[in-house]
């Protein structure tokens, strides 16, 4: 069951940002501090990938391709969790999730389902 919403994705031009955000609801709403969480993309024809991840205790850690571009951070009293994406290159352009669990999970594989996402297309 999908307890996660994504926005703010959109069109932006190659070095603009932009700011994702994730909401909690349902179950999760509550207990939202004590879940590890992820923003996670997937690009068109390839695999869905971690791009960063925050543990209950706010420790961070990104992919190489955004370290330096991207900051990951979470509000556990308004139940969000935000990615600020600055810098956007085109090899940015997919669609962003957001996920989470009670354990530090990596492997997008390992959830059984996903929100909608936001797309985020960088270009010209």
């Known amino acids: 069951q999908v307890q996660f919403v994504e926005s703010g994705g959109g069109l932006v031009q190659p070095g603009g940002s932009l700011r994702l955000s994730c909401a909690a609801s349902?179950?999760?709403?509550?207990?939202?501090?004590?879940?590890?969480m992820g923003w996670y993309r997937q690009a068109p024809g390839k695999q869905r990938e971690l791009v960063a991840s925050i543990t209950t205790g706010s420790n961070t850690n990104y992919a190489d391709s955004v370290k330096g571009r991207f900051t990951i951070s979470r509000d556990n009293t308004k139940s969000t969790m935000h990615l600020q994406m600055n810098n956007l290159k085109p090899e940015d352009t997919a669609v962003y999730y957001c996920?989470?669990?009670?354990?530090?999970?990596?492997?997008?594989?390992?959830?059984?389902?996903w929100g909608q996402g936001t797309q985020v297309t960088v270009s010209s």
């Open positions: 996920n989470g669990g009670l354990l530090l999970i990596t492997d997008p594989k390992a959830f059984p389902s």
């Open positions: 349902g179950s999760i709403f509550s207990i939202f501090g004590i879940y590890h």
